[in-house]
Structures are given as structure tokens and as C-alpha cells.
């Protein structure tokens, strides 16, 4: 079988999740993003994920990667 190949247009906070629940497939990812050069910009959103979400992500996750989820 050919291995699949993902392309996640956004390097947002779906994105990166998505990337990261992929991550523990054989699957290649590419990412999509509107601003070619990375700067450190502060980021004054608050983000948050339901416990549904969070019960999801446990799945796929390392402990110490869920950190960054829930405090």
C-alpha cells in the first residue's frame, strides 16, 4: 500500500492538533501557512478544550504532550 501523505493548511491550534493526532499513524504531514518567516509574536488568546476534547486527545497524546492541554 502507498503511504498516505496529509496536507493541514493553518499552523493554528487545529492544525497543530491534528498534526499531532496524525503523528501516531504512518502518515507524512505537510503544513500550509500564511506567514512565511517565524517570529515570537505575543499571543494574547485564551484557548481552551472541552473534557470531551481533552478525553479524545488522551488517546493519542503522551502524558507530558497533555500538559500543554490541561493544567
Known amino acids: 500500500m502507498?503511504?498516505?501523505k496529509i496536507c493541514i493548511i493553518g499552523d493554528g491550534?487545529?492544525?497543530l492538533t491534528a498534526a499531532?493526532?496524525?503523528s501516531t499513524l504512518d502518515i507524512?504531514?505537510?503544513f500550509i501557512s500564511k506567514n512565511k518567516s517565524i517570529k515570537k509574536l505575543p499571543d494574547n488568546?485564551?484557548?481552551a478544550i472541552s473534557q470531551?476534547?481533552?478525553s479524545f486527545l488522551s488517546?493519542?497524546?503522551k502524558k507530558e504532550?497533555?500538559?500543554a492541554f490541561w493544567s
Open 2 to 4: 502507498k503511504k498516505q
Open 13 to 15: 491550534l487545529s492544525g
Open 20 to 22: 499531532l493526532a496524525l
Open 28 to 30: 507524512e504531514i505537510d
Open 45 to 47: 488568546r485564551i484557548t
Open 52 to 54: 470531551s476534547n481533552y
Open 59 to 61: 488517546n493519542y497524546f
Open 65 to 67: 504532550d497533555l500538559k
